[in-house]
T-cell receptor
């Protein structure tokens, strides 16, 4: 079946540090890939997405590239801020109307 | 455009009771999906409705049910509540075959 594996957290970084959160997937067909972010006490917000191989999704300084050859969709940001502290979820959806499959989430804490 | 809204935001119930949660999708979205989020199991898919019909169902017992109305609003119901049903219940809407947008969730506590 389809699955998503993300690096275990928590991740603690100093402000302005470089962020990478690894995400790999297993899927039949050609999935769409997503990163969602959850701030404390809130629901999930779509951060970025990519729908085909070599696509790069980007938003708010975050980027992720759909790598079919390594089945990966790693999230990166060049300079994190305290306001980026949240839980980040990698997810996939295969073609049609299949539900999202999520990774377990990675908690990021950024300290000033 | 208004986002996905869920009511109520917080609920406290006791074991054996039943509960109904409501979700209003983004205007024009016809698909509504429900997910359960717990610290132990993470995010798990409950079911999806599209144009008033259940289109997908996750691996949850029959105590969990849902429906969708002609205006795309959706409700989910949990009967005979158990302690393990304590969770954040998230609703997501989409046009039908693409990106899902989530509401703020309903935090259910079962005592």
């Amino acid at each position: 079946g389809n699955s998503v594996t993300q690096m275990e957290g928590p991740v603690t970084l100093s402000e302005e540090a470089f962020l990478t959160i690894n995400c790999t997937y297993t899927a039949t067909g050609y999935p769409s890939l997503f990163w969602y972010v959850q701030y404390p006490g809130e629901g999930l917000q779509l951060l970025l997405k990519a729908t085909k191989a070599d696509d790069k999704g980007s938003n708010k300084g975050f980027e992720a590239t759909y790598r079919k050859e390594t089945t990966s969709f790693h999230l990166e940001k060049g300079s994190v801020q305290v306001s980026d502290s949240a839980v980040y979820f990698c997810a996939l959806s295969t073609s049609g109307n299949t539900p999202l499959v999520f990774g377990k989430g990675t908690r990021l804490s950024v300290i000033a | 455009k208004a986002g996905v809204t869920q009511t109520p935001r917080y609920l406290i119930k006791t074991r054996g009771q039943q509960v109904t949660l409501s979700c209003s999708p983004i205007s024009g979205h016809r698909s509504v999906s429900w997910y359960q989020q717990t610290p132990g199991q993470g995010l798990q898919f409950l079911f999806e409705y599209f144009s008033e019909t259940q289109r997908n169902k996750g691996n949850f017992p029959g105590r969990f049910s849902g429906r969708q109305f002609s205006n795309s609003r959706s409700e989910m119901n949990v009967s005979t509540l158990e302690l393990g049903d304590s969770a954040l219940y998230l609703c997501a809407s989409s046009l039908g075959h693409d990106t899902q947008y989530f509401g703020p969730g309903t935090r259910l506590t079962v005592l």
